[in-house]
């Protein structure tokens, strides 16, 4: 794949596969390395988030309080990329 934004001169190589980092184990990873599990929160993943003329981020992880279940406490952005195809 290529990609050439106004910058560019050419196109750069680039391959981006989302898809292929979609499993239970680094989901449950990346929530645990930056929400640690504790009786006050709990986290939820939301796909596909529009952040409107930039385009969308993968993922957002929110942090919400258990007393307050609509109080996002934190939240992290989740763009995966990939450096080759298999």
């Given at each position: 794949?290529g990609?050439?934004?106004?910058?560019?001169?050419?196109?750069?190589?680039?391959?981006?596969?989302?898809?292929?980092?979609?499993?239970?184990?680094?989901?449950?990873?990346?929530?645990?390395?930056?929400?640690p599990?504790?009786?006050?929160?709990?986290p939820r993943?939301?796909?596909e988030?529009?952040?409107?003329?930039?385009?969308?981020?993968?993922?957002?992880?929110?942090?919400?309080?258990?007393?307050?279940?609509?109080?996002?406490?934190?939240?992290?952005?989740?763009?995966?990329?990939a450096?080759?195809?298999?």
């Amino acid at each position: 794949m290529g990609y050439k934004a106004q910058f560019l001169k050419a196109f750069a190589p680039i391959v981006i596969c989302p898809h292929r980092f979609n499993t239970g184990s680094v989901f449950s990873d990346i929530a645990n390395h930056y929400f640690p599990p504790n009786a006050d929160s709990f986290p939820r993943w939301a796909p596909e988030v529009s952040i409107g003329p930039g385009g969308s981020i993968d993922y957002v992880l929110a942090k919400f309080n258990r007393a307050n279940p609509t109080l996002i406490e934190n939240f992290v952005c989740i763009e995966f990329q990939a450096s080759s195809a298999t």
